[in-house]
């Protein structure tokens, strides 16, 4: 009987990945490919408009993203702020902003929290920021509100939400900014509303966004609250005067703390003053999308308060598990290219004690993804 020669282990690995390679129309349909991106700005900012405070939803293949939109107009750079949306199918390609409050400096609609269905129609949580007199930020008349839609385009005019009880005046509540509005999960049909009051997060609840009940207590220190639900935890995402904070609960009254997210801060002159306001947006299971999204704004070179009216981008990253975080064009001057050049290596390791097994280079390369699972990076500061 003819003996066959054992074939290595690390050679049918490879070539199963040329057999992917030549055909590609057997591979399963690819999520949005996030690291194809050429950059984490979504929106850019300039020394006329900021983009702040983002909030997102996710519908029919297209991204709907809502943020504070500043404009500095005429020589004494007059401030118009407003809440503004776009949409896109790729992340990449964004629409002109649409305006969707009126422009009052006494009210001065900003920060939508979250956007999400009750009763068959879309609602979203927002702030109002008086600056009447050219302050620089909102004075003493700051509350939070609620808007509907019936399509995500038409949005009413902000209703008060009256968190701290249905009994209480509207110039008792107190100043009061960044609402997030979530379900609870174990208890279908009560809604939570995290809010920053004093420099903390408070909490109230709800059944039908008329009766408010506050509870005692604060969550956290900061500002811009985001909740997410995950294997029956609660994520919280919160913002101190820099970074994304994260936390977790099973309860709503014990928070670990697990991270402090400051991206590529270091590396970005666009987010050096403070990165901030993150928003997550939770595509995990959506075979389109497949992963965590975070949106938030980052301001710079200078403080935020020196340019809190311009400049101020939205960037994106994303996750697969809350903690570690990928943007655009990670390493993309160091940890890329050595991570091609290992690949050479180790390819070249295999295949040239064997003449029948080599390649050409430059022909696997750009499948790289497709064979070798790209690395995972702690992005954690």
């Not at 991206?263 to 403070?274: H, L, M, N, S, T």
Request: proline content about 8%; glycine content about 8%.
């Amino acid at each position: 009987m003819k003996e066959v020669a054992a074939v290595p282990l690390s050679r049918i690995w490879v070539l199963y990945g040329l057999g992917l390679m030549a055909a590609p129309h057997c591979l399963p349909a690819s999520p949005l490919p996030l690291s194809a991106l050429p950059s984490p700005i979504l929106l850019q900012g300039s020394d006329t408009v900021a983009y702040r405070d983002p909030a997102a939803v996710y519908v029919n293949g297209v991204f709907h993203l809502f943020y504070t939109y500043n404009q500095s107009r005429g020589e004494n750079q007059d401030v118009r702020m407003a809440v503004g949306a776009s949409t896109s199918s790729d992340l990449i390609h964004w629409t002109p902003t649409r305006i969707l409050t009126r422009i009052d400096p006494n009210l001065n609609f900003c920060s939508p929290g979250d956007v999400f269905r009750w009763h068959g129609e879309w609602r979203m949580c927002v702030t109002s920021y008086p600056r009447p007199n050219g302050e620089v930020y909102g004075n003493q008349n700051a509350r939070i509100w609620l808007m509907r839609s019936p399509d995500l385009a038409d949005w009413s005019e902000p209703e008060i939400l009256r968190v701290k009880g249905p009994d209480v005046p509207r110039e008792n509540i107190g100043r009061m900014i960044d609402p997030y509005i979530f379900e609870d999960r174990s208890d279908p049909g009560r809604w939570w509303c995290f809010f920053k009051q004093d420099g903390k997060i408070h909490r109230s609840w709800t059944r039908d966004f008329e009766t408010w009940t506050p509870v005692a207590g604060t969550i956290a220190e900061g500002e811009n609250a985001c909740v997410v639900v995950k294997d029956g935890w609660y994520y919280l995402f919160s913002s101190p005067k820099n970074g994304i904070a994260v936390q977790r609960s099973r309860d709503l009254e014990h928070w670990d703390h697990l991270a402090l997210l400051t991206f590529g801060q270091e590396d970005w002159p666009w987010a050096r003053g403070r990165i901030t306001a993150g928003f997550v947006l939770d595509l995990h299971a959506d075979p389109a999308v497949g992963k965590y999204l975070m949106f938030f704004h980052g301001t710079g070179p200078d403080p935020e308060p020196k340019v809190f009216d311009t400049r101020a981008c939205l960037g994106l990253a994303w996750s697969d598990d809350l903690v570690t975080w990928q943007w655009p064009g990670i390493g993309a001057d160091s940890v890329d290219a050595k991570y091609d050049k290992t690949i050479h290596e180790e390819l070249r390791t295999i295949l040239d004690d064997d003449q029948k097994y080599r390649l050409q280079f430059g022909i696997i390369l750009p499948f790289r993804s497709r064979i070798f699972p790209p690395p995972a990076y702690s992005l954690i500061r």
